[in-house]
């Protein structure tokens, strides 16, 4: 099975109690390695960022986020919706194979 990368590590947080009113979701991935010349580098993670969608689903953990690296996601533009200093921010990642 070819799977999908983007060079990001993370650990689920639980969201400040004003996003998870706004959004209804309590826990993000915050971002705690970007692997240089990654996909996720390449889009423009940071260290700190936390992830809260991706694809317009939502990420609360590591798990959420690699689920939604399978083949079709290589090479195909990967909307992800970060929590950056309390704001908003959306990049554009492109996975891709993993192993290449």
Do not use: N
């Amino acid at each position: 099975m070819r799977r999908a990368w983007l060079g990001v590590a993370g650990v689920p947080v639980p969201l400040p109690p004003e996003i998870t009113a706004r959004t209804g979701q309590r826990r993000g991935l915050r971002v705690v390695e970007v692997v240089p010349g990654s996909p996720a580098g390449m889009a423009g993670l940071y260290l700190g960022d936390v992830i809260v969608a991706a694809g317009g689903r939502p990420v609360q953990d590591g798990q959420g986020l690699q689920r939604l690296m399978l083949g079709p996601a290589i090479g195909a533009r990967l909307p992800v919706t970060v929590l950056r200093r309390g704001a908003f921010v959306d990049v554009i990642a492109v996975p891709t194979e993993l192993g290449r």
